[in-house]
């Protein structure tokens, strides 16, 4: 049982760049979420999706774009890379359909921007 | 908009000594509150979570927290931490009926042997 992974691990992209970050989770959850963590500011809600098809802006959304897949996947796109994304990016999934759950957790991208 | 404040940013103890992180939220409607610890170079791991019933929840390792809805606050506590216990620790809320997930900033616990 992977829960939920997260592609890459690391990056490093050019300020104008582009590039998506993938997610996936095998819990079957209808739920999804796109976090960036900096020092300092906790985790920053990007973008989230409460089912296939839906998304939604969260507490930061300006210079990203996402695409829920399909009840898997959920990708996190950087259209023109900033170095003001420089920032470790976590995805998460929660079966909210069930009523009360948490949210499980992906190991992370570590993005900088040069 | 909701938020989630932690006040406590840097915490230093001793093995052995209590702790107690705070937590307040702004939302006045039904909630659901969670803790997340952090451990070094990791990701996210549950601590414990608040949906209804019982104001005062046990997670693992030993942690405990207090929902008081009159503060509008959800404290972390452990009367004894141990050097393990070092880790950085999130407060999140969920408004009830939505999928918003908002966390705080977070505090980061020093434990020294």
């Known amino acids: 049982n992977a829960g939920v992974t997260q592609t890459p691990k690391f990056q490093v992209l050019k300020t104008g760049q582009s590039m998506t970050l993938q997610c996936a989770q095998d819990m079957n959850h209808n739920s999804m979420y796109w976090y960036r963590q900096d020092p300092g500011m906790g985790l920053r809600l990007i973008y989230y999706?409460?089912?296939?098809?839906?998304?939604d802006k969260g507490e930061v959304p300006n210079g990203y774009n996402v695409s829920r897949l399909n009840r898997r996947e959920f990708s996190l796109r950087l259209e023109s890379a900033a170095p003001s994304q420089t920032s470790v990016y976590f995805c998460?999934?929660?079966?909210?359909?069930?009523?009360?759950?948490?949210?499980?957790f992906g190991q992370g991208t570590r993005l900088t921007v040069v | 908009a909701q938020s989630v404040s932690q006040h406590n940013h840097h915490v230093i103890l001793s093995e052995a000594a209590s702790l107690e992180l705070g937590c307040n939220y702004s939302?006045?409607?039904?909630?659901?509150l969670f803790w997340y610890v952090q451990y070094p170079g990791q990701h996210l791991q549950l601590l414990l979570k608040?949906?209804?019933?019982?104001?005062l929840v046990k997670g693992i390792k030993g942690f405990e927290a207090e929902f008081i809805k009159s503060k509008f606050s959800f404290n972390l506590r452990k009367p004894s931490v141990q050097w393990s216990d070092t880790a950085e620790y999130f407060c999140a809320v969920k408004v009830h009926n939505t999928d918003k997930l908002i966390f705080g900033t977070g505090t980061r616990l020093q434990v020294f042997p």
């Open positions: 998460a999934s929660s079966d909210t359909s069930s009523g009360n759950t948490e949210a499980f």
């Open positions: 939302y006045g409607g039904t909630v659901n």
């Open positions: 999706s409460a089912s296939e098809g839906t998304t």
């Open positions: 608040y949906f209804s019933g019982d104001p």
